[in-house]
């Protein structure tokens, strides 16, 4: 007999929704309250009281063994009774809510009510839905008993409605895993080192470990990764794989390795996850049934949209989602998530993983899949993560709603007066200096956020057409996010307030995302990190959160004698730099005199404008980088690198030119990097700096050697894209030749040169 795995929220969800989606704004303050009522209510009940079972059933049910797992908010052990417990918070009337005021919350609870039975052999169990009313902590429970038999009929029911979807998966998953089992690897052989990774990738996820990969350009890492992933689905090793990137470049490629496989007789259902305001098909992004017709009866209609796709697509990119979305007249973006549930492969951003905000809470809260997690160009998530788990509160913006609004409207003006006041009192503990540090966030501060957005919720339901309706609910989401990312905040963060620009900024910094990351890591069976620059790999591995890891670290496949590197061992640091603008200028004038197409990556912009006003440009096509590039004029530059254009361009290391971009054959025939690519000072690497070496010591190197040598790598990676491809780097900065930076430099480099000019 065939498995189905599901969560309870993905079966009731699939049978049970209808109507309208709706994201005009109700208000997100109550979700950290939701988490307080929910360990109020579970404290009251005492020691007989379990929080947060999971509960999970198989049930053979005609063709189907389905396997469910959900998680009950609480389950109550008395003398003579069990009561399954669900909670919900509300902004409803309370007398407003009968028995069956929500189909959707019973359905939940009367699923693990019967799980619950059959696990312990009861007949009968009480099931309660325990409402609070956020606005006036009222609360109502509504309490029923069923009889097993009745909470029988009411499960397989729901499996009925779910049987015929159910049996066209198994159809196609028993295709699947013929064709994945005949499948071979898409190229004649191996190119050297490609092996051994998808050799360690595929043990990896058989051990249920984490890898960490450093392989240079050309070994095929995304066929490396992709290819014995997917042979692990077959096996039964895995259920579904996230391959997690950072730009689009990277998902186009990871599409393009299934393609690829595709043509050669695999059978698998892949999305590609695009972003809302990308994939949106309405004339504005607006998510309610007036001013969408998509999002008008969008849930009457998703299940045939679904059921149509799945029946006659395996790649579900962004043109396919649309293509579906406009037949059935469906939201896209929720339509994609949808179908990224009943896919094997998901191709998306880190943050659909990793944000703390957007993640997708359908697939990591309360299933039954195994999980395995590929993440492309793994180093970029160091400082993505940091970013995730840091936001900051301006004083201006919240002085600007101050000013907009009218005296004592909804109370809210003296509410955001206050936080104003208390982040300026805060700053006034510097004493004259440029900012403060604390190392907690006080709960009352939080308290005042909190009270701040209900108040404002108010007013974002009811005065819609106000003038400055936007600017409030942009400071309403600004303390939406400062307060979910507040739940994470522990000895892994600090306080800082700051003067910036003539604005006050509280900021929580998020120095270290190991603690984080390592329980997001738990989410997957297996988790395979790979990039081309990745040393050392301890540091990686301990600032992602990894623990049980491999590591591999491959040599280039292509030529050594292709790529030609020098030295040139000339200080770039901040005190000599003056002194030695005109030498280096001259020295890149002497590296560029000979034809062909050339990259010069500075620390800043600065640097760049230093150096490029001495630089003798007289008949020579140059370029320069402007400060911000939009995507077009990106490309419009890269474009200019031609066969035979002799070009010479600057641009900053670390920016849009670093990485992610291939100028094969004569489109780019050198690199130069001045520097050794450290990041600038700044009171958020420094704070950094000071948390590691508290810990190990190695404060430096984790905040500004190791991300500045990455950079470095990664703009010298540009040079060499194929095994035909021959060029030269060129490195400026003394530090180059001595220790660690020396060690950092990539292993497959072989013999460098040093130059004196």
């Known amino acids: 007999m065939e498995e189905i795995k599901l969560s309870v929220h993905s079966l009731i969800d699939f049978v049970m929704r209808s109507g309208d989606i709706d994201n005009t704004f109700t208000g997100t303050s109550r979700m950290r309250e939701g988490q307080k009522i929910h360990q109020k209510l579970q404290r009251e009940y005492g020691k007989h009281y379990e929080s947060e079972v999971v509960l999970k059933n198989e049930t053979d049910y005609k063709e189907v063994h389905f396997v469910v797992e959900g998680r009950a908010d609480g389950i109550y052990h008395g003398e003579n009774e069990v009561l399954i417990d669900e909670i919900k918070s509300t902004t409803r009337d309370l007398n407003d809510l009968k028995y069956n005021s929500n189909p959707l919350h019973w359905a939940q609870a009367k699923c693990y009510g019967y799980f619950y039975c059959v696990k312990n052999y009861i007949t009968e169990i009480k099931i309660q839905l325990t409402y609070y009313q956020v606005e006036t902590k009222e609360i109502k429970k509504i309490v029923e008993s069923f009889k097993v038999e009745e909470l029988k009929d009411f499960y397989e029911e729901l499996l009925d409605l779910y049987l015929d979807f159910s049996i066209m998966i198994l159809k196609f998953k028993k295709l699947r895993d013929e064709h994945i089992e005949d499948l071979k690897f898409p190229f004649k052989e191996y190119r050297r080192g490609q092996r051994n990774m998808a050799v360690g990738v595929y043990r990896t996820i058989e051990e249920g470990k984490e890898l960490f990969v450093e392989a240079p350009t050309g070994i095929g890492k995304t066929m490396s990764t992709i290819f014995p992933a997917i042979k692990a689905i077959s096996r039964g090793l895995t259920d579904k794989i996230f391959y997690l990137t950072a730009r689009s470049t990277t998902k186009e490629a990871a599409s ?27 004339d504005e992004v607006k998510c309610n049934p007036v001013d969408c017709i998509y999002a008008k009866g969008h849930f009457d209609r998703v299940n045939k949209a679904i059921i149509d ?69 793994s180093h970029n998530l160091v400082d993505r993560g940091r970013d995730m788990y840091s936001y900051e509160l301006s004083t201006n913006k919240i002085e600007n709603i101050i000013k907009l609004l009218v005296e004592n409207n909804f109370k809210i003006g003296d509410r955001l007066i206050k936080i104003s006041d208390e982040i300026s009192e805060l700053y006034k503990l510097s004493k004259g200096k440029d900012f403060y540090i604390q190392n907690y966030l006080s709960e009352e501060f939080l308290d005042e956020i909190i009270v701040a957005m209900r108040l404002m919720e108010r007013f974002l339901t009811s005065k819609k057409d106000s003038d400055f309706y936007d600017e409030m609910l942009e400071l309403y989401f600004d303390f939406s996010k400062f307060i979910k990312i507040s739940d994470y905040y522990a000895e892994n963060y600090v306080t800082l307030v700051l003067e910036r620009d003539g604005d ?39 600032v992602l959160g990894a623990k049980d890891y491999y590591e591999l670290v ?67 096509n140059i370029l320069k980088q402007d400060s911000s590039l939009s995507e077009v004029e990106r490309e419009e530059f890269l474009s200019k690198f031609k066969e035979g254009s002799n070009l ?20 780019l025939n050198g690199v130069a990097v001045v520097s050794v690519g450290l990041p600038g000072l700044s ?55 001595k220790f660690p930076y020396r060690n950092l430099l990539p292993k497959s480099w072989g013999n460098i040169s040093i130059l004196n000019y």
């Open 256 to 282: 393009s390795a299934i393609t690829r496989l595709s043509e050669n007789g695999l059978q698998i259902k892949t999305v590609v996850i695009t972003a809302k305001d990308k994939i949106c098909i309405n």
């Open 309 to 377: 796709i799945y029946e006659n697509e395996n790649i579900i990119d962004l043109e396919t989602i649309i293509e579906y979305s406009k037949k059935h007249r469906v939201c896209p973006m929720e339509f994609q998530l949808d179908m990224a549930i009943y896919s094997d492969i998901v191709i998306c951003d880190y943050n659909y993983v990793f944000d703390p905000v957007v993640y997708l809470r359908r697939f990591f809260e309360g299933t039954v899949e195994k999980y395995t997690f590929l993440v492309d160009e």
């Open 504 to 542: 006050i900024i509280l900021k929580m910094v998020c120095l270290d995302t190991a603690p984080i990351f390592k329980y997001i890591l738990k989410r997957a069976e297996s988790s395979i990190f790979f990039s081309a620059t990745l040393s050392p790999i301890s540091f990686y591995a301990e």
């Open 554 to 620: 491959l040599s280039s496949p292509f030529d050594p004698s292709n790529l030609s590197v020098g030295i040139v061992p000339i200080s770039t640091r901040y005190q000599d730099r003056e002194k030695n603008y005109n030498r280096i200028a001259n020295v890149l004038e002497n590296y560029t005199a000979k034809s062909g197409n050339y990259m010069l990556f500075f620390p800043s912009y600065k640097f760049l404008e230093e150096v490029y006003n001495r630089f003798n440009r007289e008949d020579k």
């Open 648 to 667: 010479t361009a600057f641009v900053v290391l670390g920016g849009v030119f670093s990485e992610g971009i291939d100028l094969v054959g004569e489109r």
């Open 683 to 737: 009171i958020e690497r420094n704070l950094i700096k000071k948390y590691y070496d508290e810990r190990e010591e190695k404060g430096f190197e984790y905040s500004y050697i190791y991300p500045g040598m990455n950079k470095v790598s990664q703009a010298a990676g540009r040079v060499i894209r194929s095994k035909e491809d021959k060029g030269s780097v060129l490195l400026i900065d003394d530090r180059f030749l």
